[in-house]
């Protein structure tokens, strides 16, 4: 027996009224439930009540809300003066201090206060579900109820299965977090959930290209940026979310899967921790900021005053570039004329080892990468000792049509190429060890973290053959285990299968 999660009379309690609980607590007035609110600070639980009643009110204000619905969400709202008030509760949701003893403590006061059938959920973001369920007596009835901050505005919420919780509850907290206008997702009790695990690839892969000196972050922002939606550049991301937030939460994650290198971060990153470079918060982190908050964008690459090329060699097939050059007006040569540029567009080899497969001059050989938003910011790439007025040459054809270049150093994938590859196949290998079904996993990543598709969307967008050899080729080159591509990926790109395809 479970609660009816349908129920007009159901009631919420919510423990903790700080940033998250009075969120929940209002997604729960407001999706017609009755919300009582608990906090061992004194007067906190009715500064949490007079706080959403202000925030309903400002939406009737705007109309956003009508006036009877506002008034009707408001009176579903009230204050429990001790945990014994959530007797009636067909559901509690903990948002208390990050403290796995308290969390145990806490859960134990509230089994012993409701009835047998009422859930209790956590809205821990990094301790595992199983382990405060195992201070509880009936564990089938505790799970996750994982919420983003800010509560009202962040759509997602993880609904996360324990060890032991039963179907009816993950099914029952699915239905009230619809009641609550949230987008639920079902997640495994694993390091990090979903979203904060899918997250690592788009920042620690970005660290990785920083450190290897391929490219500046303000760059590398820009690229991913640009060339590729995203909101908001990895360094930006970091920056805002707070140094001291992310690393540690890198570390939790990368050993709470035992050290899995794909995974890893790069010392850089604890570095700018040490150095107490955190970021908005510090005015300082990646970027510096003035006084007021703001940004101080470092200057971007200089533009090329070379006269730019007017004729080109391609030495393999390549429809995409020569379609570029065609649009640039540049004449594709049908032999190498011993002067003009050479140019390549790999799909995961850097420069170098092109030049050496193709046993091309590597002074005139500049790659560019097409496979990832060519005509929005174009990379392009040469190997070491490249002669710079033929690769100045190239930048200032393509600076006549496209609103940005951004020459980095040689690195298979090229930036983006490289960090799209690795956030896919994040998704994939979460497809794989189950961490959620491949649609959730999608809506995880564009709801939760604002990504312009779902990290296993994201093959379809780069072409399935095209993700698996990135990795591939990042796998030989450095030889590093971190690129091996995920199972799931590799099944699907072999056989040719939507990637979606459930195992
Ligand atoms: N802030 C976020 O971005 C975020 C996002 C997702 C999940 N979470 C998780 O949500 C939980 C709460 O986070 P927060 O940011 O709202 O914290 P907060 O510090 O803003 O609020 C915590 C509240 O809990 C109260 N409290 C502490 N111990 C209590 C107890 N034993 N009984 C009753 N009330 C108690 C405090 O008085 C305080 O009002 C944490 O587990 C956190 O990991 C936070």
């Given at each position: 027996m479970t609660i009816d999660a349908n129920s007009e009379t159901l009631k919420v309690g919510i423990v903790g009224a700080g940033a998250m609980g009075r969120g929940i607590a209002q997604v729960s007035a407001t999706g017609g439930m009755q919300a009582m609110i608990f906090d061992t600070a004194d007067g906190a639980a009715q500064g949490a009540v007079d706080f959403i009643g202000g925030m309903i009110d400002r939406a009737v204000t705007k109309g956003r809300m009508s006036e009877a619905d506002g008034l009707a969400s408001k009176e579903r709202l009230s204050v429990a003066k001790t945990l014994e008030d959530f007797k009636d509760c067909d559901l509690v949701v903990e948002a208390i201090v990050e403290n796995i003893d308290i969390k145990r403590s806490v859960f134990q006061q509230i089994e012993k206060v409701v009835s047998k059938d009422a859930i209790i959920a956590s809205n821990t973001s990094s301790i595992r579900i199983s382990s405060i369920a195992a201070a509880c007596e009936h564990k089938d009835r505790i799970a996750g109820l994982h919420f983003f901050n800010p509560v009202p505005l962040m759509k997602l919420v993880e609904v996360i299965n324990g060890t032991d919780t039963s179907k009816d509850t993950t099914d029952a907290l699915t239905v009230i977090g619809k009641r609550m206008g949230r987008v639920p997702v079902v997640v495994k009790d694993a390091p990090g959930f979903l979203v904060n695990l899918g997250g690592r690839a788009y920042t620690t892969e970005a660290l990785r290209i920083a450190s290897e000196g391929v490219a500046a972050p303000h760059e590398i922002d820009a690229i991913m940026r640009d060339a590729c939606g995203f909101r908001m550049g990895p360094f930006e991301l970091m920056d805002l979310t707070g140094i001291d937030v992310n690393f540690p939460v890198s570390q939790i994650i990368y050993n709470g899967y035992f050290?899995?290198?794909?995974?890893s971060t790069a010392p850089l990153h604890e570095s700018m921790m040490e150095a107490g470079r955190l970021g908005r918060k510090t005015k300082a982190g990646f970027y510096d900021y003035a006084e007021d908050g703001s940004l101080i964008q470092p200057e971007g690459q200089p533009k090329s005053t070379a006269e730019p090329m007017g004729r080109a060699y391609l030495p393999e097939s390549a429809p995409d570039l020569e379609q570029f050059l065609r649009d640039l007006g540049v004449s594709v040569l049908s032999n190498d004329d011993g002067v003009s540029p050479i140019l390549v567009a790999p799909v995961g080899e850097d420069c170098t080892s092109i030049c050496v497969r193709l046993e091309l001059d590597p002074q005139r050989t500049v790659a560019i990468d097409t496979v990832t938003g060519v005509h929005m910011h174009a990379t392009v790439m040469t190997a070491p000792g490249a002669n710079d007025d033929v690769v100045n040459s190239v930048i200032a054809a393509i600076q006549k049509n496209t609103n940005a270049v951004t020459r980095i150093k040689d690195c298979p994938g090229f930036v983006a190429q490289r960090i799209r590859a690795m956030v896919a196949n994040l998704g994939c290998e979460m497809a794989q060890i189950g961490v959620a079904s491949p649609e959730d996993i999608d809506k995880g990543m564009t709801l939760g973290l604002n990504y312009p598709q779902g990290s296993i969307e994201m093959v379809d967008v780069m072409g399935k053959e095209n993700t698996l050899i990135v990795l591939e080729e990042l796998q030989g080159i450095?030889?590093?285990?971190?690129?091996r591509p995920s199972l799931w990926l590799r099944r699907r790109a072999l056989l040719d299968l939507p990637i979606h395809t459930p195992d």
């Amino acid at each position: 027996m479970t609660i009816d999660a349908n129920s007009e009379t159901l009631k919420v309690g919510i423990v903790g009224a700080g940033a998250m609980g009075r969120g929940i607590a209002q997604v729960s007035a407001t999706g017609g439930m009755q919300a009582m609110i608990f906090d061992t600070a004194d007067g906190a639980a009715q500064g949490a009540v007079d706080f959403i009643g202000g925030m309903i009110d400002r939406a009737v204000t705007k109309g956003r809300m009508s006036e009877a619905d506002g008034l009707a969400s408001k009176e579903r709202l009230s204050v429990a003066k001790t945990l014994e008030d959530f007797k009636d509760c067909d559901l509690v949701v903990e948002a208390i201090v990050e403290n796995i003893d308290i969390k145990r403590s806490v859960f134990q006061q509230i089994e012993k206060v409701v009835s047998k059938d009422a859930i209790i959920a956590s809205n821990t973001s990094s301790i595992r579900i199983s382990s405060i369920a195992a201070a509880c007596e009936h564990k089938d009835r505790i799970a996750g109820l994982h919420f983003f901050n800010p509560v009202p505005l962040m759509k997602l919420v993880e609904v996360i299965n324990g060890t032991d919780t039963s179907k009816d509850t993950t099914d029952a907290l699915t239905v009230i977090g619809k009641r609550m206008g949230r987008v639920p997702v079902v997640v495994k009790d694993a390091p990090g959930f979903l979203v904060n695990l899918g997250g690592r690839a788009y920042t620690t892969e970005a660290l990785r290209i920083a450190s290897e000196g391929v490219a500046a972050p303000h760059e590398i922002d820009a690229i991913m940026r640009d060339a590729c939606g995203f909101r908001m550049g990895p360094f930006e991301l970091m920056d805002l979310t707070g140094i001291d937030v992310n690393f540690p939460v890198s570390q939790i994650i990368y050993n709470g899967y035992f050290q899995d290198k794909r995974l890893s971060t790069a010392p850089l990153h604890e570095s700018m921790m040490e150095a107490g470079r955190l970021g908005r918060k510090t005015k300082a982190g990646f970027y510096d900021y003035a006084e007021d908050g703001s940004l101080i964008q470092p200057e971007g690459q200089p533009k090329s005053t070379a006269e730019p090329m007017g004729r080109a060699y391609l030495p393999e097939s390549a429809p995409d570039l020569e379609q570029f050059l065609r649009d640039l007006g540049v004449s594709v040569l049908s032999n190498d004329d011993g002067v003009s540029p050479i140019l390549v567009a790999p799909v995961g080899e850097d420069c170098t080892s092109i030049c050496v497969r193709l046993e091309l001059d590597p002074q005139r050989t500049v790659a560019i990468d097409t496979v990832t938003g060519v005509h929005m910011h174009a990379t392009v790439m040469t190997a070491p000792g490249a002669n710079d007025d033929v690769v100045n040459s190239v930048i200032a054809a393509i600076q006549k049509n496209t609103n940005a270049v951004t020459r980095i150093k040689d690195c298979p994938g090229f930036v983006a190429q490289r960090i799209r590859a690795m956030v896919a196949n994040l998704g994939c290998e979460m497809a794989q060890i189950g961490v959620a079904s491949p649609e959730d996993i999608d809506k995880g990543m564009t709801l939760g973290l604002n990504y312009p598709q779902g990290s296993i969307e994201m093959v379809d967008v780069m072409g399935k053959e095209n993700t698996l050899i990135v990795l591939e080729e990042l796998q030989g080159i450095t030889g590093e285990e971190r690129y091996r591509p995920s199972l799931w990926l590799r099944r699907r790109a072999l056989l040719d299968l939507p990637i979606h395809t459930p195992d």
